[in-house]
């Protein structure tokens, strides 16, 4: 059974710097892609950030490029998404999702194409 599991988030003011990290373990494979996504309320849930294990290139959402980052372990399968001058719009339920499978990099924006979620953690940015 795949357990994805985040940790991290909490209460930031705009311009701080919050971390959030994802592990996956359980099932039958050694090697997890993973994902990040944020939801707002009343919003679709959005792409923020992936890491290709194959060659190391981050890929970003249009609203966190040059804030975020995200980085990781492909050994440990765990990922993190550092977060920097946070803005008060950061504000949302922050996701992590993972796969089995390697897919098109076009496919990597769009929730449905992940397998397996997170409960998910909260960032709030508020002053």
């Known amino acids: 059974q795949v357990q994805v599991i985040e940790s991290g988030g909490g209460t930031a003011q705009p311009g701080d710097s919050l971390r959030l990290s994802c592990r996956v373990s359980?099932?039958?494979?050694?090697?997890?892609?993973m994902a990040w996504f944020r939801q707002a309320p009343g919003e679709e849930r959005k792409f923020v950030g992936y890491?290709?294990?194959?060659?190391?290139?981050?890929y970003y959402g249009d609203s966190v490029k040059g804030r975020f980052t995200v980085s990781g372990d492909k050994a440990k399968n765990i990922v993190i998404l550092q977060m920097n001058s946070l803005e008060p719009e950061d504000t949302a339920v922050y996701y992590c999702?993972?796969?089995?499978?390697?897919?098109?990099?076009?496919?990597?924006?769009?929730?449905?194409?992940?397998?397996?979620w997170g409960q998910g953690t909260q960032v709030t940015v508020s002053s």
């Open positions: 359980g099932g039958t494979s050694s090697t997890y892609y």
């Open positions: 999702a993972a796969r089995i499978n390697r897919m098109v990099l076009s496919g990597i924006r769009s929730p449905e194409n992940w397998n397996f």
């Open positions: 890491l290709n294990w194959n060659g190391g290139h981050t």
